[in-house]
């Protein structure tokens, strides 16, 4: 029988020192936060945190903003910013789904239950490590390089990235489900497709709608730098405008970039609620039993 919360509170009052660490755990602790803080200093000590040009370019910074960012202008170009930012949107979108398509098969290939034959399951996440290793602007230069200036590339930088972190989290989803609904799949006379379609995804679909909302929303992010290397949308004329130092109309572009990003967030957001749906349950009272054990057979 396991101790209530009330049995636990008058132990730990009567027996501190049985619920307290040890004095090699507490010595572990020390050294492991000492040694992280020790690390941090000298790190921002290396870099300059510290000294007087640091403090200088936070100050000027902040000039820079007040003075020259602001107000915003431009607004005459509005439609073209737009427009601009319609084809970023479409760049984030087409990527994640691209991405999505590409990395869903995968990632059972990943999963260590549901692929038995390990080489090729460590290859399978050996290849999404891979696919990660590159941030987006180095595979944005390197599809420029391939197919050419233009949204193409862009596209296709975004969903080269996001197999490989698809087939991650996927792959994640699946591994951590409950497979007593697989069982009961396959003691009914499930094939392998029919686990799948009746055990597997039921319990991990909604965990990769909400990643792919997730990653959607980060990709819109990505999709707006992706410009400077050449890979359309917003990016290239944001860059350019710093580049002439226009930045009260970059400010405009920035201020763009945010607001979409806020909108894009709040419809994933009720998507999210709409296709998952939240769950509220009634807190248990500690006084109540979670499990009622069943009746025995009756006496005859």
């Known amino acids: 029988m396991m101790p209530t919360p009330a049995e636990i509170a008058e132990l730990r009052a009567r027996l501190p020192r049985t619920f ?18 020790a690390l941090t200093v000298y790190c921002l000590d290396r870099f300059g ?9 936070v100050l000027k910074f902040g000039s820079v903003v007040v003075s020259q960012l602001f107000p915003p202008t431009g607004f005459d170009q509005l439609p073209m910013f737009l427009r601009v930012m319609g084809e970023t949107l479409a760049m984030a979108f087409l990527g994640t789904v691209l991405g999505a398509i590409v990395a869903f098969p995968l990632a059972f290939l990943a999963s260590k239950n549901m692929m038995p034959f390990r080489p090729l399951q460590f290859g399978t996440r050996r290849f999404a490590d891979l696919l990660r ?23 296709m930088a975004i969903a080269i990235v996001e197999v490989g972190t698809f ?40 965990m990769m709608v909400s990643n792919t909302l997730y990653m959607f929303e980060h990709n819109t992010r990505s999709a707006s730098i992706l410009g400077i290397v050449g890979a359309g949308g917003i990016g290239f004329l944001l860059a350019d405008r710093l580049r002439a130092y226009e930045l009260q109309e970059a400010c405009l572009i920035i201020i763009m970039v945010v607001m979409t990003v806020y909108a894009i967030d709040f419809l994933s957001k009720k998507l999210r609620e709409r296709i998952i749906g939240e769950e509220r349950r009634e807190p248990v009272a500690d006084d109540h039993p979670q499990f009622v054990a069943s009746p025995g057979p009756k006496a005859r």
């Open 167 to 206: 087939i991650k989290l996927y792959s994640e989803a699946i591994e951590n489900l409950d497979r007593k609904q697989m069982d009961g799949v396959r003691a009914a006379g499930g094939n392998r497709l029919q686990i799948i379609r009746y055990g597997v995804l039921p319990q991990v679909l909604p």
């Open 20 to 37: 307290s660490p040890s004095p090699r755990e507490r010595l572990r602790r020390l050294l492991l936060w000492g040694g992280a803080l």
């Open 133 to 155: 290793a590159f941030d987006y602007l180095i595979w944005a230069l390197i599809f420029v390089r391939a197919i050419g200036l233009g949204p193409m590339a862009g596209i």
């Open 49 to 57: 945190f510290f000294t007087w040009n640091f403090a200088d370019g």
